[in-house]
């Protein structure tokens, strides 16, 4: 059997769901979306995947087993054509920009910093080719043994205004994404950001998983503390704590955060936005099979919104 093949018939076999049932499903409230390469590294298979659950919307992080940023703007306009012929239109474009240290303030932190600046050039390239306004961005990730400071805090704001500013100018927003490791790691961190950068043009990836695996009591505590208006984009998945007492990530349904009360608050706040399904549980079976799983159990939720 051939490669190609061997993934269909695997997408066929998880897709074993009755999928005339999405019709009942609110999804014109919700523009919902499945982060692609947690389906398949193949556009095109990541596209069957999402049609065949009635979607038709999707966040670009890796294709053809590279960073969208890191692949030829050839290949970026072949993506988008795969994804037009099946009719999905990109929520945001996932980039490494600013996952990274914090630069020092010498020399060789400028370099650092400037090869940043090319990364977020090649990220607007991409997203005006994948059709979206909305660009997935980090707040600098700690050096082990390191000690955030009012100093870091400073200079990151500022580095993200500047970021803002460049965005703006090809008419791009910045959605910032709260990630372990990160100086921006809470809904209390994401609150404070928003506070300091008062470009409209930055808002937030607002990941209440990530929150929540930081130790927050990401919803309703944290969601609670931010802007709603600011948040440009939504990760949705599950987690629960491992016998050992470390989070871990699991099958939506099978962990202790509440997407379904999420939902509905943001919903209520006037939120119409984009939502991604980003599972990062690792199944014995496989990642699709891991985001098969995940999307059943994440659209029962939806029904109940």
Not at 76 to 82: D, L, M, V
Not at 172 to 179: H, I, T
Not at 217 to 230: Q, W
Request: net charge positive.
């Amino acid at each position: 059997m051939s490669f190609f093949t061997r993934r269909q018939a695997l997408a066929a076999s998880a897709l074993a769901f009755p999928f005339h049932r999405l019709l009942a499903l609110p999804l014109d409230q919700m523009k919902l979306g499945v982060t692609t390469d947690e389906i398949d590294e193949d556009v095109t298979t990541a596209a069957k995947f999402l049609r065949e659950f009635g979607l038709s919307w999707a966040e670009i992080r890796n294709v053809w087993g590279k960073y969208n940023t890191a692949q030829p703007i050839e290949k970026i306009r072949e993506a988008r054509t795969i994804l037009d012929q099946h009719k999905i239109r990109v929520s945001i474009e996932g980039t490494g920009f600013f996952k990274v240290p914090l630069p020092p303030e010498t020399a060789e932190g400028q370099k650092a910093l400037d090869e940043q600046w090319k990364l977020l050039d090649a990220a607007m390239e991409r997203a005006k080719a994948f059709g979206t306004d909305k660009i997935r961005t980090f707040g600098f990730t700690y050096r082990t043994g390191e000690t955030p400071s009012p100093k870091d805090y400073a200079r990151i704001y500022e580095l993200q205004k500047e970021a803002a500013r460049r965005a703006k100018t090809g008419g791009f927003r910045l959605a910032l994404e709260n990630v372990g490791g990160s100086y921006i790691e809470t809904g209390a961190q994401s609150a404070e950001l928003l506070k300091h950068v008062k470009e409209s043009n930055l808002g937030l990836t607002w990941d209440p998983n990530n929150a929540g695996a930081a130790g927050e009591k990401s919803f309703p505590d944290g969601y609670a503390k931010l802007d709603a208006a600011r948040i440009f984009h939504v990760h949705l998945r599950d987690y629960k704590k491992g016998a050992d007492g470390k989070i871990e990530w699991c099958a939506v349904g099978d962990g202790d955060f509440d997407n379904l009360s999420q939902i509905r608050a943001l919903l209520k706040s006037g939120y119409k936005e984009t939502f991604t399904l980003e599972t990062h549980w690792k199944s014995p079976k496989g990642k699709m099979h891991a985001t098969d799983t995940s999307l059943k159990a994440l659209l029962k939720v939806v029904k109940e919104v």
